[in-house]
């Protein structure tokens, strides 16, 4: 039955996988706050809700009709890792926020624990959804539709979220940034075929954007202005050989 609609419609499938993690991210955030928890019990009823996402969508991967490696559970394609270029922007969108403002980790060494814990739970739940189901679902309309129908539907799920700022060009700084990094780690995992890459920067500047959360706030615009500038050279270095056929 799943096999089923997900070849009669990808594009429903797709967006049904998408909610159906951010619903089931959302819970947690929902219960640490009606509960009114400190932030490491909060990190850890989140951390359960996102274990449980994934271990939903490695369900849904085993239903599909496809193997793991299909949707990128397999290590990165002979000779795509020797080319460096095509993870040096990765690493300077994580620079910016560190060389600017420096970390600002001044909480206990276990809350950056269970932090940690958070973060790794996180990467591999929105990649396994975005990058590994929704693209994988997409994939047979072809890599330019699958790479953008993916994008725009982690942006608009993101933007959700985005939208309760309160500074007008922080918000649209956030949506684009969604987008882009969608876009970004799509082609990647077209180029490499593997969702590796994109798990381990996702852990990294989730934990970095937590982790000195305080110095974000106050230069917002600036850290994602430039952000968002790499993100965009970096798509257009990668769209002709991301979305080969």
Partial sequence: ???????????????????????????????????????????????????CSAVIGLLLVARSGHSPAFYGFRRPAAGSLSKVWLFVPLLLLELVPLVLYGPTFKEAASLYAVLALFTILVGLNEELYFRGLVLGFLRKQGPRAAVIGSA?????????????????????????????????????????????????????????????????????????????????????????????E
Wanted: some cysteine; overall charge neutral; glycine content about 10%.
């Fill in 1 to 51: 039955m799943i096999k089923s609609f997900i070849h009669k419609h990808p594009y429903g499938a797709a967006i049904i996988a998408a909610v159906l993690c951010t619903i089931l991210t959302a819970v947690g955030a929902a219960a640490a706050q009606i509960a009114d928890l400190e932030d490491a019990p909060a990190y850890l009823i989140m951390s359960a809700t996102v274990a």
């Fill in 152 to 244: 725009v539907i982690f942006g608009v799920l993101h933007a959700i979220n985005a939208l309760g700022g309160s500074n007008l060009w922080e918000v649209l700084l956030q949506i684009a940034f969604a987008f882009l990094a969608g876009l970004v780690l799509a082609l990647l995992v077209n180029i490499t075929g593997s969702l590796w890459i994109g798990i381990l920067w996702h852990i990294v500047h989730n934990f970095i954007s937590f982790g000195s959360e305080g110095a974000l706030d106050r230069t917002a615009l600036t850290v994602a202005g430039i952000q968002v500038l790499i993100l965009l050279v970096y798509s257009v270095g990668l769209w002709k050989q991301g979305t080969r």
